[in-house]
Structures are given as structure tokens and as C-alpha cells.
């Protein structure tokens, strides 16, 4: 049996694949304990600054392998509390930044764990389905909270409603990804994406990861005094000396990711 989940390691950054091909990369128990090493390991290697997450063949995830699950609605609840929910609330609290590579379909909790990411690539082929009414079930993995927030609620009830899929260039136009890549140059355009990342000033990406993340729950007189407060942590990394110096002598600057 091949592993659920394959990591490369690249000069200062990992490469994450969802390997479960012929299931087009489904989650099962395996593959959610596998992507949460995985995950842990990069989020605790020093050397590691950037993460790309993508799935090996014809797509990206179609969800939950509904094969796995119970007759016991205990079952679902019980997914969504032990494996889904932190594995969201993991990629959203990396303090590194992560890229994800949609190489094709991205259906119901496959949809919801590329939103989780910071930066989402997706091929031309690539489908975005949020398909939980089809078989009565609610979004979840996050959906709820990020279709909104991303397309507004009027597209996000739509899509959750309807359950439809929208093309990769509908997904750009609404603002629910970052960009979208011609198939045949995806893997690359990714790779050179988590490179360039992984050669920024790691520590104030992650300071700038928890900016964004309050902002929807905070006013703006909050939000003014967070900035303050997270601008004067990124003052003290010696990547911010480096930055002005660099800037000031018309030179590329070289970060070291640290904070201190």
C-alpha cells in the first residue's frame, strides 16, 4: 500500500502531496493522521519556511471517502471534531505561509481545506465544488466561515445551496483564489511560488498571517492597536535591519526567516 501522503523536501521549504490517486485523493483516518505529521513536521522544522500543498493525479480532493463512514451520524460529528477541525485550524495557525496547487477537482472538505491555505494556484481544469447539499449534508471544514468572507454572501449561498461547480477562472474572478495556472504549467508556477516564499522574511509573514486573521472579528480601533503591536514585533527581527539596508543600497536583501 502506497503512503496516504508524500512530503518532499526542497531548499527551505516542503512539498505536501495528497496521495490517494485513484480516490482522487479522499480523506480517510490514514491520510488525515499522515497530512498531520506532515504538517506538525514542517511547522517545527526551523529550516522549513513555506509550504506547497497539492494532490498527486487527475485532482487535488474530493472530500471526505464517504466508504469510511458510519451509519452512526455520531460518526460524522466525531470526523469533523477529531480530524477535519484540526486540520484547519492547523494551516490557518502556521506561522509559515502555505501554498496550494489545485490540480483538478476540489470538492467538499477538499474545496474548504484549499481556502484554509494562504495562497491558492489552480489549474484550468481545476473544479471547485462545494457538494455538501447533494447528499444533505452542511459545508464544513471551515466553509461556512470562509465562502463569505472570500465571494460575499450572495455567491456564497449560491455555491453552498446549489452545489455547483464553478471553473478555476470563476473561482478567480470571484476572488476565492489567488490565481489560475495553465494546466501543464501549475507544478511549476507553484514551485517557484513556495521557493520565492521560502527566501522572504518568514517571521513577519506569519505576524502578517495573524493580522488578516483578526480582522474579521475586530473593530478598527482593535485592529489599529494590533498593527501597532505586531509592527513592533517585526521591528525587533534582524530581517527588518536587513530589509531597510537592502532597500537603502539598491540591493536584494537576504532574509533569515528568524525572529530574533
Not at 485513484?22 to 483516518?29: E, M, P, Q, V
Not at 517545527?44 to 498527486?56: H, K, Y
Not at 513556495?194 to 482593535?222: V, Y
Request: proline share 4%.
Amino acid at each position: 500500500m502506497s503512503d496516504p501522503i508524500l512530503v518532499e523536501r526542497r531548499e527551505g521549504w516542503h512539498r505536501i502531496v495528497l496521495n490517494r490517486p485513484d480516490k482522487l485523493n479522499s480523506f480517510t483516518i490514514a491520510l488525515h493522521r499522515a497530512l498531520a505529521a506532515a504538517l506538525d513536521e514542517a511547522a517545527a522544522d526551523e529550516s522549513c519556511r513555506a509550504i506547497l500543498l497539492t494532490g498527486a493525479g487527475r485532482g487535488f480532493c474530493a472530500g471526505q471517502d464517504l466508504a469510511e463512514i458510519g451509519d452512526d451520524p455520531a460518526d460524522v460529528r466525531a470526523l469533523l471534531v477529531d480530524h477535519f477541525n484540526p486540520l484547519i485550524r492547523r494551516i490557518r495557525a502556521l506561522r509559515k505561509p502555505v501554498v496550494c496547487a489545485v490540480n483538478g477537482v476540489a470538492a467538499g472538505a477538499g474545496a474548504n481545506l484549499a481556502l484554509a491555505c494562504d495562497i491558492v494556484l489552480a489549474s484550468r481544469k481545476a473544479r471547485f465544488i462545494q457538494a455538501f447539499a447533494k447528499i444533505a449534508l452542511v459545508p464544513d471544514s471551515g466553509g461556512t466561515w470562509f465562502l463569505p468572507r472570500l465571494v460575499g454572501d450572495a455567491r456564497a449561498r449560491g455555491l453552498a445551496l446549489l452545489g455547483e461547480p464553478i471553473t478555476a477562472e470563476q473561482a478567480e474572478a470571484w476572488g476565492l483564489i489567488w490565481a489560475v495556472v495553465d494546466d501543464e504549467s501549475l507544478a511549476g508556477e507553484a514551485d517557484r511560488l513556495a521557493s520565492h516564499l521560502a527566501n522572504q522574511p518568514t517571521h513577519a509573514l506569519g505576524l502578517i498571517k495573524r493580522a488578516l486573521a483578526a480582522a474579521s472579528e475586530n473593530d478598527l480601533d482593535a485592529q489599529l492597536d494590533l498593527e501597532a503591536d505586531l509592527q513592533h514585533e517585526a521591528c525587533l527581527s534582524p530581517d527588518y535591519a536587513e530589509g531597510v539596508a537592502a532597500f537603502v543600497g539598491k540591493r536584494n536583501a537576504a532574509f533569515t526567516g528568524r525572529a530574533r
